[in-house]
């Protein structure tokens, strides 16, 4: 991630911050990008979840 963040000008705590984002289900992904998420859920939000689930299922299990 060290290497990720130097190649993008931005440090390690913003990329390891955003890189579990890569991982998110084209769900929740579509749901960002034409606004109807619930309001709650918002990419600012998103990228501050600690430990959010690789799996589709279970970030659909978690309410996401």
């Known amino acids: ?5 130097t190649e993008h000008g931005t440090d390690f705590s913003e ?5 579990p984002l890569a991982v998110l289900s084209p769900a929740i992904v579509d749901a960002l990008l034409i ?4 309001v709650e859920l918002s990419a600012q ?13 279970a970030q659909s299990a978690h309410g996401l």
Do not use: E, H
Not at 1 to 5: E, G, K, L, R, T
Not at 15 to 19: A, C, G, T
Not at 50 to 56: A, D, K
């Open 35 to 38: 606004s109807k998420q619930p």
């Open 15 to 19: 990329v390891s911050r955003l890189l």
């Open 1 to 5: 991630m060290a290497q990720i963040a």
């Open 45 to 57: 939000r998103l990228s501050r979840i600690g430990g959010l689930p690789n799996s589709w299922a």
